[in-house]
């Protein structure tokens, strides 16, 4: 079945720098990549998805990058403000088969003021 | 409530006993899923379902049980054959389209006393 690797576990960064999070995947199948965030005691919440057939998503200050062929995509988030200090989830599913997300193991993201 | 409610918000269960944990949902969602929410393990996938009276398997199935009679609910047993149930367990639903993006539920936090 899939498999999906995130690092780093923790990220810690000043307000206003960029943060940027890794996942790897391993069934070659898979082409939905979410991202979700998970506020302190509140339920993961969807902030961008990204299909295979784009190699790129950006939504204001949050950008998904995709690479196919090395299996791998990535969160980026620039001028990082405390309020994006959460735990952050990548995600991997398939149309067809299994569709049911797999989810990464999550990034602790805390932005310093 | 987002469209999906989950209850109890917590959840007290002795050494041998049965407890069902409730997810309604409103969203007219084909798709429901069960995740188990361990510190530093992610989102881990007990059961889902994609339509009514059907459901299957995820990664950790073995000591639960579903049911889906309905398209709006989609309640999850934790029986006594479940060794470690102490977790915070999220349900979701989406549709059963190509836009996979879940709605999650507020969760069960579910202790063993």
Redesign the interface.
């Known amino acids: 079945g899939e498999n999906v690797e995130q690092h780093p576990s923790t990220l810690s960064v000043q307000e206003g720098d960029s943060a940027v999070i890794k996942c790897t995947y391993s069934d070659s199948a898979s082409n939905y990549f979410p991202w979700y965030k998970q506020e302190l005691g509140k339920r993961p919440q969807l902030i961008i998805d990204i299909r295979s057939n784009v190699g790129e998503k950006k939504d204001q200050r949050i950008a998904v990058t995709l690479n196919k062929t090395a299996k791998h995509f990535s969160l980026h988030i620039t001028e990082t403000q405390p309020e994006d200090s959460a735990v952050y989830f990548c995600a991997a599913s398939m149309d067809t088969g299994r569709r049911a997300l797999t989810f990464g193991s999550g990034t602790r993201l805390q932005v310093q003021p | 409530d987002?469209g999906i409610t989950q209850s109890p918000k917590y959840l007290f269960r002795k050494e041998g006993q049965n407890v069902t944990l409730s997810c309604e949902q409103n969203l007219n969602h084909d798709?429901m899923?069960w995740?188990r929410q361990d510190p530093?393990?992610?989102?881990?996938?007990i059961y889902?379902s994609?339509i009514v009276n059907d459901f299957?398997k995820?990664?950790i199935a073995e000591g639960y049980s579903v049911s889906r009679e309905k398209k709006e609910s989609f309640p999850l047993t934790v029986t006594s054959a479940q060794k470690n149930p102490t977790a915070f367990y999220?349900c979701a639903s989406s549709p059963r389209d190509?836009d996979?993006?879940?709605t999650?539920?507020?969760?069960t936090r579910l202790t063993v006393v």
């Open positions: 987002g798709a899923y995740y530093g393990q992610g989102l881990r996938l889902y994609q299957q995820g990664d999220l190509r996979y993006g879940y999650f539920g507020s969760g």
